[in-house]
Structure formats: structure tokens, C-alpha cells
């Protein structure tokens, strides 16, 4: 994607020593400066500064918090806030809506956020996955309960088979594109079979972007899908602005945010053919530029350290699954009977290590696969609301 740091004289955003708002100012005053122009400048202002305070508290994040579930969590509070003032704007402005060049924006807007329901999907089926790797842990924990009974051969060899089952199930996964679960993608609130299946065979033969949420094929890559929603993401220029009464900047930061958390999304959890090598430029002269761009390197310096580890997801219990088993592995299959106090210990301490993150799994899974689900609802909601705009202008005319 062209750098944004690059569009020419002609994009506001240039480094000219003048912000998005006193360009928009400077031009619409001299035309119109009336009390409506105010009170729609003052809303997108709003608008442009509660997305970067939110960006800028996910920022904040230690180490060991980011792309985490419960930041996950925010993450997706943050998609859906913004995405309700966003729609709220469009209702607000429905002249404006219908006309060009506003009009375009907002199509490719809903183009892009069609395309996310099929990340969406993904993202539902990865945290399936994780919840398959959490039952072969629920194995492990049982086996080695020693608070239950004296800790046998019997039930080392039961915790090394559940540990190897962990790890092939894991390794299939990452290298066949989704395992199992590629042939059984549910869409989110799906009742006609006969249907879908027949849509599935449709959007197969045209490839992997056109697969729009209903299912996903084998050759449906994410990180394809990714960037397909950030080509031609570029910041309005100049007399967009002002033929939109700056409307247009509203709809460029939507579709900014909605991309970011796609990729942010498809960097954490485990998803068919995910990866992080998407081309966009984080604009810098938006406010919520620099704390985007800030979780941005992080998460590529993140995955800089784990994905050469074939790793599932940069999730960071994922992170602790593959740290702990690993670590369980290697006393699994070192020890000796009988157990000497020392190993005695050293296994009860990493039998803690996996009931944490077994208890995150279980108190964080089912709140972020109902946020997900939200996303897709609001998402499949503000497009049916906008597009019955864009129609109606086209009745009109």
C-alpha cells in the first residue's frame, strides 16, 4: 500500500505544519460558516479524539498484558465503540451520505467490512482450536493432581499421551491450513444448509477473498484476505474533505480501525495461512496515529521473537501453552521412579504454570467468541443500515 507519508500536495496529511482540522477549517469557513458546519466539525472532531484515547489506553499495556484475552477484549470494545459513533454519524448526515464523492467512501467502507466477516469466522475457529488444545491440558492437570492421589507411572504415561495428542493436534493445525476445522467453518447465526452449501461451491471457484463469511475454502488464505482490506487504504485528499464536510476523514479512521483490528486479530489467534507480513502505513498525522503505530511495533517486535518457533498465535496464553507443555514434556519424560521430593516439586510447579492458563482459557474463551460474534452482527447490521442509505439516495435521483 503507497505510503501515506508520501500522497502528494494534494492530501492534507502531507507534513505541511498543518493538522486534518484547520486545513478542513481554513477551506469550509471561507464557504460556509454556518452553526451546522460547526456542530458537525465539533462531532468528527469528537469522533477522531475518543478513537485516539482509546488506542492510546490499549497502548499503556505491559508486556505481558498486550494480546492477551482480556486485551483481546478491549481491543474488540474498541472496533465496536467506534463503529456505533461511526454509524451514528452516518444516520446524523444522510444528505451528505448519498453524495458524492462521500458516497464511494462509504461503499468501499462497507466492501472492506464484508470482507471482515470471513476474519471473523477464522477468528471463531481458532478459538475452537484453542479450546481443543485446553481439553488435552484438563488431561494433563487430572493425571497429575497429586493432591488427589500418589502420582504413579500409570498416570505419567496418561499425561505424555495427552501432551503428544497436544502436540500433534497443535502441529497439524499450523501446517495444514486449519486441520479438521477448515471443513466445518460455521458461520455465525447459519440455518439454511442446502444454501450455504451451494453459496460455499459459488464463492470457491472465484478464490479466497470472495469467500464473504459464509464459509472458507482450503485455499482461503488470511493474511490474502487481510490485505485485500488494506489496498487502496490511503487518507482522503484535500477537496474530498471539503466536498464532505470532512465526513470524509471519519471514514478513512473507521476503516483504519476495522483493518488494524482484522490484523490484530489475525496475529493472535490461530487461523488459516495467518501471518503479519500485510503492507500499510499508519497515518502519523491522525491523533490516534502514534499510539497505533506504537501497538503495531510491538506486535510485529512480538512476533519477530516467537513466529521463528512456528508459533500457533501471539496470543499470550498460547504463548504459555507451548512454554508450559514444553517445559512439561521434558520432566514428563525425564523422571524417575520413585519420585524423588525435588521432582515432586518441580511437577507440581508446572502443573500450576498449566491450571492458570487453563483458568484463563475457561473464564476468557467464552467472552471473546461472543465479542467476536458481536462484531459480525454489528458489523452485518451498520452495513444493511448504510447501504439502505446509499439506496435511497439512489432512488431519489
Known sequence: MPSTENSGSSSPLASLGRSIWSFRREQVHSMEGNHDTSALESELESFQQKVAERFQDLSGASNDELLSIPWMGKLLDLFLSSLEEFRVLLLKNKGEVTKPPLDRLVDDFFERSVKALDICNATRDGIEKIRQWQKHLEIVLCALDSHKRALSEGQFRRARKALLDLALTMLDERDSSG???????????????????????????????????????????????????????????????????????????????????????????????????????????????????????????????????????????????????????????SVQFPLSEEQKMEVEQRVQEIALVCESFRSGLDPLERQVREVFRRIMACRTEGLDILNRGNDLE
Open 179 to 333: 486441520s479438521v476445522f477448515s471443513h466445518r467453518n460455521r458461520s455465525f447465526g447459519r440455518h439454511n444448509l442446502k444454501k450455504d452449501t451451494h453459496h460455499q461451491h459459488s464463492q470457491q471457484s472465484t478464490g479466497h477473498s470472495r469467500s464473504l463469511s459464509w464459509s472458507v475454502s482450503h485455499s482461503w488464505s488470511a493474511s490474502k484476505q487481510l490485505q485485500s482490506i488494506a489496498n487502496n487504504l490511503v487518507p482522503p485528499r484535500g477537496n474530498e474533505i471539503v466536498a464532505t464536510n470532512g465526513l470524509a476523514v471519519a471514514v478513512f479512521t473507521m476503516s483504519f480501525v476495522l483493518m488494524f483490528i482484522l490484523w490484530a486479530l489475525v496475529a493472535a489467534i490461530p487461523c488459516q495461512d495467518r501471518g503479519l507480513n500485510v503492507h500499510f502505513s499508519v497515518p502519523r498525522n491522525f491523533s490516534w496515529g502514534m499510539p497505533l503505530m506504537s501497538l503495531q511495533n510491538r506486535i510485529l517486535e512480538d512476533s519477530k521473537k516467537r513466529e521463528h518457533k512456528n508459533s500457533n498465535g501471539l496470543l499470550r496464553e498460547i504463548y504459555q501453552v507451548e512454554r508450559g507443555t514444553r517445559h512439561m514434556t521434558d520432566l514428563v519424560d
